[in-house]
């Protein structure tokens, strides 16, 4: 069965630091992974997406992870944190074809301080 | 740019109700999709769905549970007899051709 484990629930970090929330994931085949990011109140927003290829993806808002199959892991980065980046994030894997279920991590809160 | 849309925003109902939230998916995906959050919780699949049948269903997805895409841009998600413990943000999303899934803003179900 597919799983993903975020192990950092709370994250707090100054604005204009940088930022590293962990992802790593549990899969049989080769994974889709997804970074999706929810506001107060808010739907979740696709962040970035790795199905193949480089392993370092891009995605928007300035955000990147890095797919590393040696250790399951999908960690998200982000060079410089700007304060409207306070949110929470979830990690997902998936299995790619069509009609399959994304099974998501339990999320990392991330608070910036000014 | 095409978004997922879901109404209400906001529903209450009465426990042993039944309720039926809606989703407009993206207009050419095929696949859809419900998902809950539990307050405070990780989100959770449901259901999906393509060809008008069901292509997977978690254990949460019980008899309770039914989707319907009743013309070509709705898709529902009923529950028969509403419980307190259905109380969640419920999720529509829709994809292509798998991978990447869209997803709407979500209906809250207060169960009171």
């Known amino acids: 069965a597919q799983s993903v484990t975020q192990p950092d629930i709370h994250i707090t970090v100054s604005e204009g630091a940088s930022l590293e929330l962990r992802c790593n994931y549990s899969y049989g085949a080769t994974p889709y992974l997804f970074w999706y990011v929810q506001s107060p109140g808010q739907g979740l927003q696709l962040l970035l997406k790795?199905?193949?290829?480089?392993?370092l993806v891009q995605g928007i808002k300035g955000f990147e992870a890095e797919f590393k199959r040696s250790q399951s892991s999908f960690n998200l980065r982000k060079p410089s944190v700007h304060w409207s980046d306070a949110a929470e994030y979830f990690c997902a894997v998936g299995a790619g074809g069509g009609g399959n279920k994304l099974t998501f991590g339990t999320g990392t809160q991330l608070k910036v301080e000014l | 740019e095409p978004e997922v849309t879901q109404t209400p925003s906001h529903q209450v109902t009465q426990m042993g109700q039944e309720v039926i939230l809606r989703c407009v998916p993206i207009?050419?995906?095929?696949?859809f999709y419900w998902y809950r959050q539990i307050l405070g919780q990780k989100v959770e699949f449901l259901v999906s769905f393509y060809n008008n049948e069901i292509s997977e269903k978690s254990e949460i997805f019980d008899d309770q549970f039914s989707v319907e895409r009743p013309d070509g841009s709705n898709f529902t998600l009923k529950i028969r007899s509403t419980k307190l413990e259905d109380s969640a943000m419920y999720f529509c999303?829709?994809?292509?051709?798998?991978?990447?899934?869209?997803f709407g803003p979500g209906t809250r179900l207060t169960v009171l």
């Open positions: 790795y199905f193949s290829g480089d392993t």
């Open positions: 207009s050419n995906h095929l696949y």
């Open positions: 999303a829709s994809s292509i051709q798998g991978g990447e899934q869209f």
